[in-house]
């Protein structure tokens, strides 16, 4: 089930590979995932340090929390990954064009999980034909549904 999607990602992207990591979070923010609060839209993940990091990820402050006078809820908030998949994603990211962007949020075993993925930017002359490749796939599922009816 997922509680966040990034809808614009594979529009915007070429998605070339994906992985799936943890989040650090604490009590009151996976209160507010768990309730959708979570938005991925504009944010992105950046290495430093040996270490993955989610940027630009809003998570809005659980309503029922009165220990929140200091909250914010753009903070960056560490991604758990293997030290292998951190080198991947750090060496792919040395090449031009790649950029780590996250693909959605969901609850693995009562666990907050974040996929990200490592993509190249599409064109204006990509997404258009990604468009049309869309648009007839759908045509041609729609023909083969009302011949078999």
Not at 67 to 83: A, N, Q
Not at 104 to 132: H, P, Q, T, W
Request: charged fraction near 30%.
């Amino acid at each position: 089930m997922s509680l966040a999607r990034n809808r614009k990602a594979y529009y915007d992207y070429e998605i070339l590979d994906k992985f799936e990591a943890g989040l650090v979070l604490n009590g009151p923010e996976i209160k507010s995932i768990r309730n959708s609060n979570v938005s991925i839209a504009e944010s992105r993940v950046i290495i430093n340090k040996g270490e993955a990091w989610l940027i630009g990820c809003h998570v809005a402050e659980y309503k029922f929390d009165s220990s929140s006078d200091s909250y914010d809820p753009i903070r960056e908030r560490k991604l758990l990954l293997h030290r292998n998949q951190i080198d991947k994603l750090g060496g792919a990211k040395t090449q031009k064009g790649l950029t780590i962007i996250p693909l959605s949020i969901y609850l693995k075993r009562n666990l907050v999980k974040i996929e990200i993925a490592l993509a190249r930017g599409k064109k204006k002359f990509d997404k258009r034909a990604s468009i049309k490749e869309k648009d007839s796939n759908r045509t041609i599922s729609r023909i083969l549904k009302n011949k078999n009816s």
